[in-house]
């Protein structure tokens, strides 16, 4: 499944929704949702952990659609490589700690 | 782009430092990426608006991959519409507020 593809199907689910609670209240979902993904870890729930990922991208999704973002699109800066460096692996000094 | 080629594409460029930062490094990163998200969301800059969705999506991918979790299969969740009300629209009566 292409990212496009998932947030054309969560953008058919919830758009309705995500439009009528607008980007503030979506971006509380998507902290929220993020929170349940740390739970999710600490008690290390193996089926439990998949869905909050899923749940994290699709609230992200959401929020894209609600501020006109295409994720694909925007995930080109990674196409060749670090965006920082240009390597891959990346060999920035930084984002080790 | 599939979900997978992203994931398989952020594990190449960043496993080295993300394996040595570890999960808890790394979901601290995931959480600074949110923040820079809602920065901006508040300046509306649109350019930078597209690299920080990329960004909080490239550090849950890393996240995922330290934890195991493959977020294409995890997305399957939402396949046949919203994981609870099994509707395309989503009929639950949550998640409007």
Chains 1, 2 share one sequence.
Not at 53 to 75: K, Q
Request: glycine share 6%; aromatic share 10%.
């Amino acid at each position: 499944m292409t990212i496009t593809e998932f947030q054309r199907r969560i953008r058919e689910i919830y758009f309705d929704k995500d439009s009528r609670r607008g980007r503030d209240g979506t971006f509380r979902w998507l902290v929220e949702e993020t929170g349940e993904l740390a739970r999710a870890m600490r008690k290390d729930d193996r089926s439990n952990l998949e869905e909050e990922f899923a749940d994290v991208f699709a609230w992200l999704s959401s929020l894209a659609t609600l501020e006109g973002i295409d994720v694909e699109t925007a995930c080109a800066k990674y196409s060749e490589g670090c965006p920082k460096c240009h390597a891959t692996p990346c060999m920035c000094q930084e984002k080790i700690a």
